[in-house]
């Protein structure tokens, strides 16, 4: 320390600090905005050029608008295939659903981190206890959320224009603008509807839940639109729904941007108008300060890791058990399609199937691949609980770290094991109850199959956990979102095997279309036992460290 | 002699380019309250990390009761409780939930006097953790620690948030479990309860012990502070054995005795003084006199 002698010190003036809020929070939502502005322009430009040069006849386009055109059953999954012997209208029929869906969980995981987060953190209450008010905090965090979502706006759109400009793929400016306005328009909606829920609950993960579950019933809703039912006027009912109904690069329809608009006004605008009514840390939704003991469950660390992870598990249970209900009941009407189309009819005859089966060994793949986010919650959680030290109070007292982690990855696997068991019970339920004529044992058995590839996922991420804990959650979701990546590309376009590879997906056999590979799943159990365990012990020898 | 209820030997602790705690050697015998003071960074809750096996040492090691804290980790726990100065737990557990699973996981808890600490820190055990504020959680963590009766308690800054009132409580349960026959560690850098509560205190400073003793010893070693006031002229003392930093004010002056007083004495009642004090260095001169007052930081490695 430097002694400042009496008099000659001035007290330093920050530039504007009431705006303090407004310029972190910009800065950290911006560099976001810019990293998934790459990822969604990198996206669209891969499916367009892949397009391009993969399908470069005519009739291989016709085989393609065949195969996909009329599929009621993908079209619930990823949206109607509408031109896709084009090459604008296969970019859009790609990339619209995927992108806006991973916008919208950017949007509400950002607006939840950057409000609610931070504030339960405390950082608002030492810069509130500056030259500003609660309310203009919030407003100043919520508007800072928007230079986010212009940075994603603006380097997506940067992209999708020079792609665009490409004589192969030839889609103006415009239009090439519309779409990117589509593709934002999720993250713009979940942007504000993440900070309304931020202002509604009481915790950062509360709030980022219940948008997420707004999120859910606006895809299920979507799918029941899409699923060829006649419920078709649905789309309106939906967040996902409008931007499908902006139809951007095939026939554009700009009404459905006012919906999308208002939701994003009016969202914001109650979000800030409660910042303003509410104290610091306290949550408008009812957060009872007292309750009752319940204790059963608290006998040791795994009840309280039971105790903890209850109610995400109690929702992720609740929400494969309605995707498989739904994607079951639909299975019957995407099988036919498959009967009635005689190009992929030969092709599933040779695999010795019916077209319901194989409709619903691609309907487990897309529910194998969200219980991947199973695996990445759980392992977030464990190092959650480190990282804000409660889990010092446990391992101070006499209790093994090994045992801890080895408990905590046995109630992630117990979990990833139930959600497969409830995929299959649950598919299996919704083909019967349309008559799919599908039986219960393979599906109940494909359900099984979708476990080993999330428990790779567990075990990568319980590897990273013991030897740099601080990568826990950048790592396994960069798995699980690469790998998701590549099995919705290396489905239509050419991808080098070492590509297709890398997905921890790709070695699971489309069950109940194909029997489930056995040997690649123990090969999996494998591979999850092996990074379990140098998690384990990397564990044990390391420091216990904070944020 | 009797295992030590804590010991550390060599125990060195380096993070990335700084060197937190070097070659520490420091014992806790049994029953005895022992203090550690030191500012922020001084590496105080660096050293009670290692010694609960949080941190892995660099070098050296750390016993509880004679067992490793690295590689007997369990067993010296059940010896042990720790309150750690920032408190963060289960957000939606209750009080009572949050004493059961703590209790559960110790093993052992002496329920009748958990209900006393729960009425002498007026706990409300129904409210949630998360609608607690920072000093109640503090008390909850301070409950949890004290109901196991561990024959250790390991304590960082563990009154931070506490109003004065629930201080005293603590104060008089740290006396209470010394008087059982408890061992305690108490990191702090609140010098009066260093003061009341610990039979010996040590000085943390930069990663180094500086100073380790009772009180008593630590101010035999230091100087006396002597003021006198003269009838007549004021003498020079300058020359005086012991006698430094003389400061002379008027017909009075002010001087530090570093040893014995008899040559300083000698000079003053040749001298005429018609008022005379002197007093001991408080444990804030001597904590002082360690880090100066402006150079409280932790130098580089």
């Known amino acids: 320390m430097t002694a400042i002698a009496p008099g000659t010190a001035t007290p330093t003036t920050y530039r504007s600090p009431g705006t303090v809020i407004a310029r972190v929070s910009a800065r950290r939502a911006v560099r976001s905005g810019v990293g998934w502005g790459l990822v969604f322009g990198l996206y669209t430009a891969t499916q367009a050029l892949t397009y391009a040069t993969s399908y470069k006849t005519l009739a291989a386009r016709r085989l393609l608008v065949h195969q996909f055109g009329s599929n009621p059953g993908i079209s619930a999954l990823v949206g109607p295939a509408i031109r896709i012997d084009t090459v604008p209208g296969f970019t859009a029929w790609k990339c619209l659903t995927v992108l806006a ?34 309310r203009r905090a919030a407003v100043q965090a919520i508007t800072a959320l928007y230079a986010g979502l212009a940075a994603l706006f603006v380097t997506t759109g940067v992209i999708t224009v020079a792609v665009g400009h490409s ?132 006998t040791g660390p795994f009840g309280l890791s039971v105790r903890l992870a209850r109610p995400s598990l109690l929702a992720w249970a609740g929400s494969v058990v309605a995707y498989g209900l739904l994607l079951g009941s639909i299975a019957k009407s995407g099988g036919q399609i498959i009967n009635s189309s005689p190009t992929l009819h030969r092709v599933f005859v040779r695999l010795g199937v019916t077209g319901a089966e194989a409709y619903l060994g691609f309907a487990l793949l897309i529910i194998a691949l969200s219980v991947g986010f199973v695996a990445t919650g759980q392992l977030t959680a464990t190092r959650g609980e480190e ?161 | 002699m009797a295992t030590p209820a804590l010991k550390t030997i060599g125990l060195t602790k380096d993070f990335e380019s700084t060197r937190a705690l070097k070659d520490l050697d420091l014992e806790v015998a049994p029953g005895e309250v022992v203090g550690c003071l030191g500012p922020n960074g001084a590496g105080k809750t660096t050293l009670i990390r290692l010694v609960l096996g949080l941190l892995r040492p660099t070098r050296g090691r750390a016993e509880v009761f004679g067992l490793d804290s690295q590689s007997d980790t369990v067993a010296a726990h059940r010896r042990l409780a720790y309150v750690a100065g920032e408190t963060s737990l289960w957000p939606t557990l209750n009080g009572e939930e949050t004493l059961l699973l703590l209790g559960r996981v110790h093993g052992s808890v002496d329920t009748a006097y958990r209900d006393v600490l729960v009425e002498r820190f007026e706990l409300d055990l129904t409210k949630r953790v998360r609608a607690l504020s920072k000093g109640n959680r503090q008390k ?24 004065p009132l629930m201080e005293q409580a603590f104060r008089a349960c740290v006396a209470e479990s010394r008087d059982r026959g408890q061992s305690i560690f108490l990191s702090s850098h609140i010098l009066s309860e260093v003061e009341v509560l610990c039979d ?86 001597l904590f002082l006199a360690h880090y100066g007052a402006a150079d409280t930081s932790t130098p580089e490695r």
Not at chain 1, 105 to 123: I, M, Q
């Open chain 1, 101 to 134: 869906i991973t916008g919208a969980v950017w949007g509400l995981l950002t607006s939840t981190r950057l409000t609610r987060g931070e504030e339960d953190a405390g950082r608002w209450e030492l810069l509130l206890a500056g030259a500003t008010t609660r």
């Open chain 1, 167 to 298: 004589t192969k793929v030839g889609i103006g400016v415009g239009a090439a603008l519309y779409f990117t306005l589509a593709i934002v328009a999720g993250a713009a909606m979940f942007l504000a509807v993440g900070s309304l829920s931020a202002q509604l609950a009481s915790t950062r993960r509360q709030a980022a839940g219940y948008a997420t579950a707004l999120l859910g019933a606006s895809y299920a809703l979507r799918m029941v639109a899409d699923s060829g039912s006649g419920l078709a006027w649905l789309r309106w009912a939906t967040p996902l729904g409008w931007i499908e109904q902006m139809r951007p690069l095939t026939s554009p329809d700009p009404w459905a941007l006012v919906p999308i608009v208002a939701l994003s006004v009016v969202a914001r605008a109650i979000a800030i108008y409660l910042a303003g009514r509410r104290d610091l840390g306290a949550s408008v939704l009812a957060d009872r300060s007292s309750a009752r003991t319940r204790s059963s469950l608290l």
């Open chain 2, 140 to 163: 909850l963590s301070l409950v949890a620690a004290l109901m196991t009766r561990a024959d250790l308690l390991v304590l960082d800054e563990p009154t931070s948030g506490l109003d």
């Open chain 1, 387 to 547: 990282s804000a030290g409660r889990l010092d109070n446990l391992l101070v007292r006499p209790l093994s770290r090994t045992r801890w982690l080895a408990e905590r990855l046995a109630l992630a696997g117990l979990a990833i094991a139930g959600a497969g068991l409830l995929a299959g019970l649950a598919t299996w339920v919704g083909a019967a109850s349309v008559h799919a004529g599908v039986r219960f044992g393979p599906l109940v058995m494909a359900g099984i199959n979708i476990v080993p590839p999330s428990l790779v996922v567990l075990g990568i991420g319980a590897m990273v956990f013991g030897v740099r804990p601080r990568l826990t959650a950048p790592v396994t979701y960069a798995v699980v979102v690469w790998s998701i990546l590549v099995e919705i590309t290396g489905g239509v376009a050419n991808v080098s095997h070492w590509v297709l590879d890398s997905s921890v997906f790709h070695q699971m056999a489309p069950a109940p279309s194909t029997p489930p590979n056995w040997t690649a799943n123990v090969v999996m159990l494998g591979v999850a036992a092996v990074g379990a365990l140098i998690g384990l012990a990397a564990f044990a020898r390391r420091d216990v460290i904070g944020e």
């Open chain 2, 200 to 285: 010996r205190i040590g000085i943390l400073r930069a990663g180094t012990l500086v100073e380790m003793g009772t009180l008593s010893e630590m101010r035999h070693l230091s100087a006396l502070t002597v003021e006198a006031t003269f009838t007549g002229a004021v003498p020079d003392l300058a020359g005086v054995p012991g006698v430094s930093m003389v400061v002379v004010h008027g017909s009075s002056v002010r001087c530090q005795v570093q040893g014995s007083v008899e040559p300083l004495l000698a000079v003053l009642a040749g001298a005429g003084v018609s008022q005379m004090l002197s007093r001991e260095p408080s444990l804030e001169e």
